[in-house]
């Protein structure tokens, strides 16, 4: 049975030290690298790879990727290609 609760977590955003003022966010159109995600600032569009999916949750010291930011493998088994 699925439950849930409100709890009190942070957000953790990645500022842009091009411009000071954007964010990073993941931009899937960017060429994957080995356990980095791709990003570009919200405001001037500065590209930079980092080892965790921004924004993120942090929660009893657990950082909390977004669901939608995990990479899908495929579901199937090879023996069933
Ligand atoms: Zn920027």
């Known amino acids: 049975m699925k439950t849930s609760k409100p709890i009190q977590a942070e957000i953790v955003e990645f500022k842009c030290e091009e411009c000071n003022q954007g964010v990073y966010r993941v931009d899937n159109s960017m060429d994957p690298l080995p356990n980095r995600w791709g990003h570009k600032c919200t405001n001037c569009g500065q590209q930079g790879y980092f080892p965790f999916a921004y924004p993120y ?6 950082q909390f990727v977004l669901e939608k930011h995990i990479v899908k493998v495929n ?5 069933f290609i």
């Open 57 to 62: 949750i942090k929660y009893k010291n657990q």
């Open 75 to 79: 579901p199937k088994p090879p023996y």
